[in-house]
């Protein structure tokens, strides 16, 4: 399954590809293409299980960067490896996103992000928090993209206001 966030299509081409590899991890991916939507950055979407589609996989992978795609952000549970799979195909920055499952509640797809072989680097965050990949995408993007890096300072700025300080 492809397919662009529903207001993606009207920020142009997608910089940002978000995978998972199931069906049941879909809407727990859902706060990135919030996020991303948020900052006008336009994203696709895949579900593709890196178990039972490998070689589709391999072939999405390697058409990332012809597509514009800079940024890839994967969510896993029990498809753990995917953010691996994906790291290991790729000169792209690859974001994990471990995501609550498993028998023990998603620990085991924390620690198999984090625990990447030297040269395939995953870049993990907090357990089930897509919303911090995007905003970690974000970041990423907006290191050469003036624009953008302004409505992450302002983000970054209604954030803090909202917390109190």
């Known amino acids: 399954m492809t397919n662009q966030g529903p207001a993606s299509a009207d920020l142009g081409s997608p910089r940002v590809a978000i995978v998972y590899g199931a069906p ?11 996020i991303l ?16 589609a490998p070689r589709a ?4 992978i390697s058409a990332l960067e012809a597509r514009g795609i800079e940024v890839v952000l994967a969510g896993g549970g029990v498809n753990a490896s995917i ?9 792209l920055p690859v974001v994990g996103v471990p ?15 984090t625990q990447m072989p030297a040269g395939v680097p995953v870049a993990v965050v907090g357990l089930g928090h897509a919303t911090n990949a995007a905003v970690l995408a974000v970041q990423i993007l907006a290191v050469g993209d ?10 970054k700025e209604e954030f803090e206001r909202a917390a109190g300080s």
């Open 24 to 34: 049941t991890e879909a809407e727990a991916m859902t706060p990135a293409g919030a």
């Open 37 to 52: 939507t948020r900052f006008g950055v336009a994203y696709e979407q895949r579900e593709i299980s890196p178990y039972r």
């Open 57 to 60: 996989l391999q072939e999405w």
């Open 83 to 91: 953010a691996g799979f994906v790291a290991a195909h790729t000169p």
């Open 99 to 113: 995501l609550p499952g498993g028998s023990v509640g998603g620990l085991e797809a924390l620690l198999a992000m």
């Open 146 to 155: 003036p624009e953008l890096r302004s409505r992450l300072v302002a983000f």
